[in-house]
């Protein structure tokens, strides 16, 4: 099957920069998102991108994808302890029944 | 609008026990779906839904049921409770598929089968 890969864990300081990194296998993707989860919550949907981009932007967010490495990033901006949190990323190739998530990424935010 | 519901919060049951985890939307989407958490796991789909009275399977669907009678509503139901059905439950909603910003998670469901 698809499969999605993170890293485990990340820790910066509060103020600088997070990149989450993310790789996957299924070429046909049509979609990449990332989603955020915070302690006992569900899971909350951040940005996403169609696969015939490269880069998106959103407020502090910037989403990369390298689709021939099969690569997506997720840089936050002035990172603030709010953003502490589990980070999911996912590809869809199809309907959406045709998700994978990866197995998140825990961002540690030192003050 | 309440967004994504389910309940219970949190569960124990004891292997064979039989329960239903409940969830339900008041946005009328059309799509739901059932997924499974299990520590440092992505999440696994077990059954989805694309309208009432349409349901189907999931990655994982083994040991679980569905039924979609109204919009609002999507029970998932353990019928012989096993250990390895431990795990965080979440329950989403989309509009339809076109719409990707608008996906909305429930706060799950933890359940622990001893």
């Known amino acids: 099957g698809e499969d999605v890969e993170q890293s485990l864990f990340l820790s910066v300081r509060e103020g600088d920069s997070s990149v989450i990194n993310c790789t996957y296998t299924d070429s046909s993707s049509t979609y990449l998102y990332w989603y955020k989860q915070e302690p006992g919550a569900g899971l909350q949907l951040l940005t996403y991108i169609f696969s015939n981009m490269d880069m998106k932007q959103d407020q502090r967010l910037t989403v990369l994808l390298n689709k021939k490495d099969k690569h997506l990033s997720l840089r936050i901006a002035d990172t603030q302890t709010g953003d502490s949190a589990i980070y999911f990323c996912?590809?869809?190739?199809?309907?959406?029944?045709?998700?994978?998530f990866g197995t998140g990424t825990k961002l540690q935010v030192i003050p | 609008n309440a967004g994504v519901t389910q309940t219970p919060k949190f569960r124990i049951l004891k292997i064979g026990q039989s329960m239903t985890l409940q969830c339900a939307q008041d946005m009328n989407h059309n799509y739901m779906y059932w997924y499974r958490q299990d520590p440092g796991m992505g999440l696994k789909l077990i059954y989805y839904s694309v309208g009432a009275g349409i349901t189907d399977k999931g990655e994982v669907p083994n040991g679980y049921n569905v039924s979609r009678s109204t919009t609002e509503d999507f029970p998932l139901r353990l019928e012989l409770a096993a250990p390895s059905q431990t795990s965080v439950y979440f329950c989403?909603?989309?509009?339809?598929?076109?719409?990707?910003?608008?996906?909305?998670f429930g706060p799950g469901t933890r359940l622990l089968v001893l």
């Open positions: 996912a590809e869809r190739s199809g309907g959406y029944q045709k998700v994978t």
């Open positions: 989403a909603s989309i509009p339809g598929l076109a719409e990707q910003e608008t996906q909305y």
